[in-house]
């Protein structure tokens, strides 16, 4: 009989249930060590588990009737022989685990056959494939980083993970903290009064002998939480009364087990500092957060990675849902041991620790700066200023003239800690409120070209569709350049503290069975874990850092410059065209506009996104139609070097499977972004006013480059798979365009594998196909 194609094997015999035992199988190893069921769970198995599981699964494919119908790899039989070969080399301990990761991931989200003996064939084939090039050492390397997640509930679990690897490194009994961050005018003064009182009278607050008063043990969360509201509530009274005013009339907020809003997930904070005003009624917003707070139960808690964890999910809250914040402080209260806290654009510093019962002169110090801080002190950009009805404003000088600029509105805010955190604003000049501008802030590695030049540059050589430049220059703060380690971090001495960094081969995220070591419940990604519940003992399995003395010597200290630009082209993402033809000319447009950028100034544009390709919101009245935005990640097309920056951030989703491998960056790559943008918004998007959350895609933000490659490669290998997908995920709104990027699949992906020659003439080609997409009738109707 004649051998049938794996078309006509996998159609002939579907799989149907036969992975169900597997897959119940699965489920209870995992289960019974207390591990979700996930290919991150089986990451984590000991290495004679996993050889297990991967026996079991190779005669699992086995007794499916198709392995003996699909052809073989090479010259035997069928792939059931491929199969018993690939059995083999497990058991001789001659494969690499990694390579069945793709597969199982298929199976445990039930992707369809087709996909499933893809993953297959590619983890049982024999012969080595052509050794991958090494990555080009001329790439920057990329990072990974929350304000690259997109399309994404934002589960906790997931988000962790990546905030570990974000925080990087975090410095910790930085000499002078307290110095460079509390020096509020009379500050030392009035705790010295405020502290003296407290010691007065003959029922003191404060003994040196014991410390403080009512302090509780064991140090339960809602006991010292009461006790905290109670005794800065005294401070505050003290220091009023020693006229030593406060600002703001600020109170402590503890609301534990209240989810506060502005955050896309359910988060909650133990403990924090707002203005009095905005504690009405029963909720509270984290765009009223001035100081965040975590409280534990054990002082061993203090040197956890888990603890500052915790408090780096609110920095992270905070930043997002404040616009003009520069940097955090916050503060840890682990039993009576306190440490303080500052998170910026580069990472975390804190404080050496102290016992509250012991130096309580230094605890009333630290919480009357809470309460005495201004804006600035606090973490606020003073470049921007506002007005008493709410209005704010910048001041530039251009050309020679200064210029007031108002803010009309925030276009684009930053949901990450470290890392450029771009933030855009509508804003119009005094004098010319119907001319729109935008505002883009961002903190730049200052070995990076800066984003101004290279627009000027670009308007210079006359490139179109790409937004025109109109100012840029670096923020200046008190007639200084503001920058983390000058400004910020005030010349702080990282060299003699301690620097913890992150185990990444340990930063899976959290599972139910860490949470039952630690006594802390993960059932609901919103539900604040309770500290009470903590034994006073250190978890044996705990997560740890390495710890070990700062080596700026060797790896200079990171900095991160505060750069402003001003670009005269305002409009609306692309994936909120009103209709399907409005969106298909936007991206023909965008690609018009990089071809330009690329031909005419040689600069590759680096990251193309669905927040970069942009819809003029006023019909190309003042502007292009559509232009693109986000220089950067821009790179001269013939740079010899790396630019120096120690890590780039684009959004992974739409990232090229070339430079998820490490390749040289090239035009190529970036117009395959373009087909992973089309795809995303026809998935995520139904119409300009719908989004939502698929979970298969999802997985995109999270999973490691390498996986996210194989994952990107099975999407678009097979045809009818494909098809199959846009039927099943495409939205009601973006169904009408499956064929169409499909045959855009076809021009990038040629014979459904990656590119190997460059070819300009792709831009051509796609922007014909976009064009003659906008002239289907089923694209046309609405």
Not at 42 to 67: F, G, M
Not at 166 to 189: M, Q, R
Not at 507 to 534: C, D, F, I, V, Y
Request: proline content about 5%; glycine content about 8%.
């Amino acid at each position: 009989m004649a051998q049938l194609s794996r078309a006509e094997a996998i159609e002939q015999k579907p799989i149907g249930e036969g992975l169900v035992s597997f897959r119940d199988d699965l489920t209870s190893v995992c289960e019974g060590l207390g591990l979700p069921c996930s290919v991150e769970s089986i990451r984590k198995l000991d290495p004679e588990a996993r050889q297990d599981l991967s026996i079991h699964l190779i005669l699992a494919l086995q007794t499916l009737p198709t392995s003996r119908l699909l052809p073989p790899i090479s010259g035997r039989k069928n792939l059931f022989s491929d199969l018993s070969r690939l059995s083999s080399s497990i058991n001789a301990d001659e494969f690499d685990f990694q390579r069945l990761v793709p597969l199982l991931g298929a199976i445990l989200d039930r992707e369809s056959d087709g996909v499933i003996w893809e993953r297959v064939y590619a983890a049982a084939a024999e012969s080595t494939p052509p050794p991958r090039p090494p990555p080009y050492l001329g790439q920057t390397p990329h990072s990974h980083s929350t304000s690259a997640v997109s399309n994404s509930h934002e589960h906790r679990n997931d988000i962790d993970a990546v905030l570990r690897e974000e925080l990087g490194s975090i410095y910790t009994d930085v000499p002078g903290f307290d110095g460079a961050y509390f020096a509020v005018e009379g500050l030392e003064e009035a705790a010295a009064a405020v502290f003296r009182r407290l010691q007065e009278g003959d029922d003191p607050v404060f003994v040196d002998k014991t410390g403080w008063q009512g302090w509780p043990e064991p140090a339960e969360e809602k006991q010292v939480l009461a006790w905290l509201i109670t005794m800065v509530d005294k401070i505050n009274g003290i220091a009023t009364e020693e006229a030593f005013t406060t600002n703001d009339c600020r109170s402590i907020l503890g609301w534990p087990h209240q989810p506060l809003q502005g955050s896309i997930a359910a988060r909650k904070l133990d403990v924090g500092f707002v203005r009095s005003s905005q504690m009405t009624g029963d909720q509270t917003h984290w765009s009223h957060i001035l100081v965040m707070g975590e409280l534990k139960r054990s002082p061993k808690m203090d040197t956890t990675s888990s603890t500052w964890l915790d408090l780096g999910r609110y920095a992270r809250e905070v930043f997002a849902a404040q616009d003009t914040r520069r940097f955090v402080l916050g503060f840890t209260l682990c039993g009576p041991v306190m440490r303080l806290w500052e998170f910026d654009r580069v990472g975390a510093t804190s404080s050496t620790p102290f016992d509250i019962n012991t130096e309580g002169a230094r605890f009333v110090m630290s919480m009357l700066a809470f309460l005495r801080m201004n804006n600035e002190e606090l973490g606020y950009d003073p470049s921007i200023i506002s007005t008493s009805d709410g209005t704010r404003f910048i001041e530039i000088t251009r050309d020679g003239q200064p210029e007031r600029l108002f803010l009309d509105g925030l276009m684009r805010g930053a949901s990450c800690i470290v890392g450029r955190a771009t933030t855009c604003w509508k804003a119009h000049r005094e004098d010319e409120s119907d001319k729109p501008l935008v505002v883009k802030d961002s903190w730049q590695y200052p070995e990076r070209e800066d984003e101004g030049e290279l627009l000027r540059e670009a308007a210079e050589k006359q490139v179109i569709n790409v937004a025109r430049y109109y100012y840029h220059g670096t923020v200046q703060i008190h007639g200084k350049d503001d920058d983390i380690q000058g400004a910020v971090r005030k010349g702080l001495d990282l060299k003699h503290a301690r620097r913890h960094h992150q185990d990444h081969s340990n930063t899976t995220p959290n599972t139910a069975a860490e949470s039952a070591k630690t006594g802390r419940s993960t059932s609901s990604a919103g539900r604040k874990r309770t500290s009470s519940h903590l034994s006073p003992a250190e978890p044996p399995t705990k997560r740890t850092c390495s710890t070990s003395p700062a080596r700026s010597e060797h790896d200079p200290e990171e900095n991160r410059v505060h750069r402003r630009i001003i670009v005269r082209d305002y409009g609306v993402p692309i994936y909120k065209a009103m209709s399907r033809v409005a969106m298909l000319s936007a991206f023909a447009e965008c690609i018009e506009g990089y071809e330009s950028l690329h031909r005419k100034a040689g600069f590759l544009q680096g990251d193309i996104s669905t927040g970069n390709l942009i819809l003029n919101k006023d019909g190309g009245k003042h502007s292009w139609p559509a232009f693109l935005i986000d220089l950067d990640l821009a790179i001269k097309e013939q740079r010899e070097q790396p630019s120096g920056a120690r890590g780039k951030t684009g959004t992974r989703a739409f990232m090229a499977i070339g430079l998820l491998l490490g390749e040289k960056h090239s035009f190529m790559h970036d117009l395959e972004s373009f087909f992973w943008v089309i795809l995303w918004i026809c998935i995520h998007h139904d119409g300009p006013s719908v989004s939502k959350v698929v979970r298969r895609f999802e997985r995109w933000n999270y999973v490691d480059l390498e996986e996210l490659a194989e994952l990107k490669k099975g999407a678009v290998a097979h045809e009818g798979d494909f098809i199959r997908m846009t039927d099943e995920h495409f939205s009601d709104f973006y169904k009408p365009l499956g064929p169409w990027v499909n045959r855009l699949r076809k021009m990038v992906f040629p014979n459904g594998g990656r590119w190997e020659e460059e070819n300009k003439g792709l831009y051509s080609q796609m922007k014909t196909m976009l064009k003659d997409a906008c002239k289907d009738p089923g694209v046309l109707t609405q």
